[in-house]
């Protein structure tokens, strides 16, 4: 079976919080149920067509006749807490803050080393990745860049930076990221050698669409989209899925969205990029998903060849073809999917937006099958009491508890988490007001008005939208903290360390997002005096203040919330095995330097203590292999090759001199690079498609 050349017509978008077309006059004394089926009727007449007619407006048609998503959307409101230290005491700085010794070595490569670290003030892990600029090539300011895309960035799926230490003495940089031990899509792959269910397989397909839809809002372009840049947080089989790796990200303005620059992985690679001088859209991120789609679905590239000058050809001009032994069972809305997304054309392909609303990912994907979210959130009445409590909280409670949600672990908010995704019914990565009012529709004793309060308070920064860290910070509200997050949050907030706030400090800490005038306000309300100067006590008494004496019943949350300075325990050490030979070597120009030795080191803790915790109630990406298909090999892990770009960061960097963090080696296998942007690229010694059973490593960025 082949794939046609011409696009279908598709479903067109459902409404983000639409229901049951029941409806009942307001005069009329109804059930609860029939309150939030007329709710959400006249929220489908009204604010949710506002909000898509907004969307629509945002969406630029490219010079190809893509129906771009790319907008532009302001930076996340804690894009600011990610803090670059630099200067001479910025190493010492580091090893105050984390014991960075004996820790586990979770992935090495070309791009250099993560291993575990552990904060020693909340005993906290989370991961370290060092790079070696004299081997990765390029400067401090393009690996800056690179952090800089990523730290705007506030999505669930979107794997997250806390801070960075620069080594200028000795060329390196040492970031702090939230800890991934359940290694990369691709190494999963060997346990599901023809493919994944349908049901899994659109799971994680929804969730790689909901990261692109926000970067695209936010003027990003991933660029490199494959199984080898989406990990695991831990080892579970359900366990949340991360976009890593913007090495190869651009940030570009909506309308203005040309970009040239040669460069991804082969078999990821849409036609437009095989030029010799390509001019190309977001429309490349797309083509990528459906690859990735493909390959889950039937372990196998959709279009590969040893030589590289034959892929080539094969992508810019076979047809997408689906062999029955491969595909038998798999659905016609499977395979057109992967057909809408893997259009020739640009301007055939689906965006990310109009991608999660096809009838296939609506159909199978289980992110938001199961109870209802207004069902939910009226069983989860901690949540809805943090809410109101957050609502009611001076201003600068709300940005400690902002500091606190953004300084926690993403894996200790695990059920925090699935309640967001399941009140983002449109996938944008952010909560509108009509899907909180959607949300909030069941429970009875929060009034209408009360319900747009909340909303508004939640919404820190005036952005319109409700972010992720934004909607966190409101949940643990009227929770208990630990001393320890409490300081770790009042020192985030001392930027000059001398034991008190000021309105000097915020500026810093903040980036400009805060008037002085506001701040001096805020300082004062908190304060209750007018040098606004806030000590330790009296910030812990505000972070505390309006808490019940007792512990706050935190319901069926199996996130440590209430206390979370807990020891997670140790990490075991993991000896290195043989890598998985990458199946596309980059081209070397001239200069490039030879290729790393690539040894890997598989992130495998054995105390489950130390590595996030399993998700208990998230069953969103649980796949199962089809039993009706035949041996087929699974894809292999793919390498970048890049020509005429940016000084790449991506190649392998010497270990770290005489400093403890230097227990890291090489961490990711991506080696790319620069070569001229009209050079053919060509295949270095192709292994053809090498076998999943060795481990791959834990990759990061």
């Not at 672990?409 to 009140?423: N, W």
Request: with cysteine.
């Amino acid at each position: 079976m082949g794939c046609s050349g011409s696009k279908p017509a598709t479903k067109a978008r459902t409404e983000a919080a639409s229901g049951s077309s029941i409806t009942a006059a307001p005069d009329i004394d109804i059930t609860s149920l029939e309150k939030a089926q007329t709710l959400q009727h006249e929220l489908a007449k009204g604010d949710e067509k506002a909000k898509e007619e907004e969307r629509q407006d945002s969406r630029r048609m490219t010079s190809s006749g893509f129906m771009s998503d790319l907008g532009s959307d302001r930076a996340a409101f804690t894009s600011a807490f990610v803090v670059n230290h630099a200067g001479r005491k910025a190493v010492a700085e580091l090893e105050k803050r984390y014991d960075t010794t004996g820790g586990t070595v979770l992935g090495r490569g070309a791009c250099g080393s993560v291993v575990a670290v552990r904060q020693r003030e909340t005993n906290e892990l989370f991961a370290m990745k060092v790079v070696a600029l004299e081997t990765v090539g390029g400067t401090m300011e393009e690996l800056k860049k690179e952090i800089e895309i990523q730290r705007t960035l506030d999505h669930p799926n979107i794997c997250k930076i806390f801070e960075t230490y620069e080594d200028q003495k000795h060329g390196e940089m040492y970031i702090i990221m939230e800890l991934c031990t359940g290694g990369a899509l691709v190494s999963r792959m060997k346990n599901h050698r023809h493919g994944y269910g349908e049901a899994a397989a659109a799971t994680i397909v929804e969730k790689i669409l909901s990261s692109i839809i926000y970067c695209h809002h936010h003027g990003i372009v991933h660029r490199d989209i494959k199984l080898d840049n989406l990990i695991y947080e831990n080892e579970a089989e359900e366990a949340e899925l991360k976009l890593i790796d913007f090495g190869f990200a651009c940030e570009i303005a909506s309308g203005r969205e040309a970009m040239w620059d040669q460069l991804g992985t082969p078999s990821y690679m849409a036609p437009e990029l095989w030029s010799s001088r390509p001019e190309y859209d977001s429309s490349v991120d797309m083509w990528a998903i459906g690859v990735v789609t493909y390959m889950l679905l039937s372990g196998k590239r959709p279009f590969h060849d040893d030589n590289k000058r034959e892929k080539a050809r094969m992508i810019k001009h076979d047809a997408l073809r689906f062999p029955d032994h491969e595909w038998k069972g798999v659905s016609k809305e499977a395979k057109d999917f992967c057909c809408q997304m893997m259009q020739k054309q640009p301007k055939d392909r689906l965006s990310a937006t109009a991608a999660k609303d096809h009838p296939w990912i609506k159909m199978a994907s289980t992110i938001h099958k199961g109870e209802d979210i207004a069902v939910e959130m009226q069983r989860h009445n901690e949540v809805v009491a943090s809410l109101q409590a957050f609502s009611e909280a001076d201003d600068l409670k709300k940005l400690a508890l902002e500091v606190i949600a953004f300084a926690t672990p993403p894996s200790k908010l695990e059920e925090l988490r699935g309640v967001f995704v399941k009140m983002d019914a449109d996938d944008s990565g952010t909560i509108s007001r009509a899907e909180f009012r959607n949300a909030m529709s069941l429970c009875d004793d929060v009034p209408a008005e009360r319900v747009e309060q909340m909303y508004s308070q939640m919404d820190v920064d005036g952005s319109g939208e409700v972010d992720y860290t934004e909607f966190l910070s409101a949940t643990l509200s009227a929770q208990k903290h630990s001393n320890a997050s409490i300081m770790n949050a009042f020192t985030t907030l001392d930027t000059d360390g001398d034991g008190y706030i000021t309105n000097m400090d915020i500026q810093q800490s903040l980036a400009g997002q805060m008037s002085q005038s506001a701040i001096k306000e805020m300082l004062e309300v908190a304060t209750g005096s007018r040098d606004g100067k806030v000590s330790f006590q009296d910030f812990k008494r505000i972070v505390l203040s309006g808490l019940k004496s007792e512990s706050k019943d935190v319901g069926s949350l199996n996130v440590a919330i209430a206390e979370m300075s807990m020891h997670p325990g140790r990490l075991s050490r993991v000896e290195p095995s043989s890598p998985t030979k990458d199946e596309d070597e980059p081209p070397r120009s001239p200069k490039s330097p030879p290729p790393a030795d690539k040894k890997a080191a598989p992130a495998a803790p054995a105390d489950k203590k130390a590595a996030s915790a399993a998700p208990a109630a998230d069953k969103k990406a649980a796949p199962a292999a089809p039993a009706d298909k035949k041996a087929a090999s699974a894809p292999p892990a793919d390498k970048k090759v890049a020509s005429a770009a940016p000084a790449d960061k991506k190649a392998a960097p010497a270990a770290p001199a005489d400093k403890k963090a230097a227990s890291a080696a090489p961490a990711d296998k991506k080696a790319a690079p620069a070569a001229p942007a009209d050079k053919v690229m060509t295949d270095p010694k192709a292994a053809g498609e090498p076998s999943l059973e060795k481990k791959e490593p834990t990759q990061y960025l």
